[in-house]
């Protein structure tokens, strides 16, 4: 039998949390044959909370699952950590300005980062899906330096489920037809669900849709999902969250399918003109454990306008936790 995998899971008793656990215990991150053991860091007053849903993990006798622990500290939690999912994160509460998220966020990315750098293992690979994601995982990269940058991503994967689900729907296609779909830059409004290099059956996608409803129906219906999710269920995504959480790992460790990409918030090369070091949303390609940038795709106007405009507020974020001294 197989050494378990060590996946540590942050705001494990959040609604996030509750939707992604079972299906990491039931196999669906890591595969059939992959044994996982749980960590699970929690803030002091919601462990008794995770305790209540480790009592239903165990209930359900998952054959995969070799254990549960709960912590309420960063450095124990991370500690042989292979896979880091980081969900917990300060949610913005009213009158919260941008900088306040910003600053409260700091406080829990960086001990988490340092966490990491501690003690986590030689494979180590992290996502954070707590907003403002992009930033975050930056903070939490800034204070890993013996970690290689490259395994800190953060999460654009429901953004580009949406667009596939958005897409399939509107062409009255299956989401099985549909290749190489992108989103650029940050998981926020900002965000650039990019259809000028999709392919439907084979053919751009672009082509097949009226240029009024690429821009002013696809674009926003994907970029303000999640605020269309929270005034019909009266409560963020959690289902979907979780399952492009493992979604985004599952294809990292298993691979793109040939002739497909997928799109992961990653630490860039320059690529696309994307300042160094900024953790941005790129079409990305997988194969041996390893993600890469796919290169050389043509931009058009109406895409460097908008990738450009997101990338500019990932370098402003950037900027504002720098001089916060968060960097
Ligand atoms: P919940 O508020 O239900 O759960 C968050 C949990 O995190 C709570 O149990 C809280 O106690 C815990 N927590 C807070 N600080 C912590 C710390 N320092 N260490 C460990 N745990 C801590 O939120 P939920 O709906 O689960 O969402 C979690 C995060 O995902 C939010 O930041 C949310 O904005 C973000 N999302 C990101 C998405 C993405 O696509 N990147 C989409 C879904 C979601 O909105």
Known sequence: T???????????????????????ASGHLLG????????????????????????????????????????DDATAAFDGVNVALLVGARPRTKGMERGDLLEANGGI??????????????????????????????IAQAHAPDVPAARFTAMTRLDHNRALSQLAAKLSVPVSAIRKMTIWGNHSATQYPDLYHTEV???IAAEQ?????????????????????????????????????IDHIHTWVHGTPEGDWTSMAVVSDGSYGVPEGLISS????????????????????FSRQRIDASVAELAEERDAVSSLGLL
């Open 2 to 24: 197989r050494t378990p995998v060590n996946v540590t899971v942050t705001g494990a008793a959040g609604q996030i949390g509750y939707a992604l656990l079972f299906r990491i």
């Open 32 to 71: 059939p044959d992959t044994p996982v053991r749980l960590r699970l860091l929690e803030i002091p007053q919601a462990v008794k909370a995770a305790e209540g849903t480790a009592m239903e993990l165990d209930d359900c006798a998952f054959p995969l699952l070799a254990g549960v622990d709960i912590f």
């Open 109 to 138: 990315f960086k001990p988490q980062g340092a966490a990491i750098n501690a003690g986590a293992a030689d494979d180590v690979r992290v996502l954070v899906v707590g907003n403002p994601a992009n930033t975050n995982a930056l």
């Open 201 to 203: 059956n084979g053919k």
């Open 209 to 245: 849709v009226e240029d009024g409803w690429l821009r002013d129906e696809f674009i926003p219906t994907v970029a303000k999902r999640g605020a269309a999710i929270i005034e019909a269920r009266g409560a963020s995504s959690a289902a979907s969250a979780a399952n492009a959480a």
């Open 282 to 301: 790129f079409p990305v390609v997988a194969k041996g454990g390893e993600w890469e940038i796919v290169q050389g795709l043509d931009i058009n106007d």
